[in-house]
């Protein structure tokens, strides 16, 4: 499952912080996650949810932030959101387009009691 893959890999980068920091308990996670991604809110936060039992995250709140998919026009440089993954740009018409945001997924933010 994808979703399990990429809290796999979240947790890490959390467990490293939480070392680090000598972080007692997490109380929000917070994620930027890319309309690219193709990650489904439900099943990321039940996945989440399974990782953080029995752990300083357990009973963590989980904000996920989606970031709509945009392109950008190689002939006209138009930044624009693409709608259905229909890479036309809207003002020239090509179909040069590249993607600057919509691939994200990263913690963006732990609130965290100390
Ligand atoms: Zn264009």
Redesign the pocket.
């Known amino acids: 499952m994808h979703e399990m893959a990429i809290v796999d890999s979240l947790f890490q980068i959390i467990n490293v912080k939480v070392k680090e920091h000598q972080i007692r308990k997490v109380l929000k996670v917070k994620l930027k996650v890319g309309e690219m991604t193709a990650v489904e809110d439900m099943t990321l936060t039940a996945c989440f949810e399974v990782y953080a039992q029995n752990t300083v995250v357990e009973g963590a709140e989980l904000v996920i932030e989606r970031v709509p998919l945009q392109g950008k026009?190689?002939?006209?440089?138009?930044v624009f959101q693409v709608h259905n993954y229909n890479f036309q740009?809207?003002?020239?018409?090509?179909r040069?387009?590249e993607i600057v945001a919509g691939r994200e997924l990263y913690i963006e933010n732990l609130e965290v009691e100390k």
Do not use: G
């Not at 740009?89 to 090509?94: A, K, L, N, R, V």
């Open positions: 026009c190689r002939q006209c440089t138009k740009c809207p003002q020239c018409e090509s040069s387009v």
